[in-house]
């Protein structure tokens, strides 16, 4: 069967565009975000380190924000990398199986059915998280700011604070790329669920 032919064509360039905006996510947004991931776990150790006398100077509440906000930070945005991967891995499977597949493409449906529910729930999930990756960056964002406003002062007693204006510049970055990739890949998770409709809706000739 010529590709033109081949009714999981169209399924294939769907996937093929989703998988696009997701790598795209994982270029220019999450890749973008590990230096200030490193730089924020750097400065976090040293918080640890002078909570008690940082938290007389700052109060209780900014020092909690900025250890417990970073540690769930790390823990979420290291799981949307690893589960970003895991979806455009479920895409090129797919778009593997399509490929293979004009000879026969009736044989496929039933694995393309079953794949392309993975990859939604997959995409679901990865919205879902960065969407809670928004949250987390506000209080840590707060924090770094009012302590950005006293860094002559705590510079003081802790030298390391003088690299807090650095950090709370990536910090900032990383939450206006986060925002700014929610609206695509909002828009993206509507393409995803017509996919599921347009791939439950192939029939066996």
Do not use: C
Not at 26 to 50: C, D, G, H, I
Not at 123 to 137: G, H, M, Y
């Amino acid at each position: 069967m010529a590709e033109a032919e081949n009714p999981l064509t169209p399924i294939h360039d769907k996937v093929v565009k989703i998988r696009s905006s997701l790598y795209d996510f994982l270029r220019n947004v999450l890749t973008k975000m590990r230096p200030v991931l490193r730089s924020l776990v750097s400065f976090m150790s040293e918080v640890r380190k002078a909570a008690k006398d940082l938290a007389k100077a700052v109060g209780d509440q900014v020092v909690q924000n900025i250890i417990t906000a970073g540690d769930q930070l790390l823990k979420v945005v290291t799981f949307v990398d690893k589960q970003v991967i895991e979806t455009i891995k479920m895409a090129d499977k797919i778009l593997a199986i399509i490929r293979k597949s004009n000879s026969a493409p009736e044989k496929a449906f039933k694995i393309v059915k079953t794949m392309t529910a993975r990859l939604a729930k997959l995409f679901r999930t990865v919205l879902s998280k960065v969407f809670e990756v928004v949250i987390v960056l506000n209080p840590i964002d707060i924090a770094l700011s009012l302590i950005n406003t006293m860094k002559r002062m705590l510079q003081m007693v802790f030298k390391w604070v003088g690299q807090v204006g650095q950090i709370a510049s990536g910090v900032k970055r990383a939450k206006n790329l986060i925002k700014k990739s929610v609206k695509l890949l909002k828009t993206e998770a509507k393409e995803v669920t017509k996919l599921v409709k347009d791939v439950n809706k192939l029939k066996p000739a």
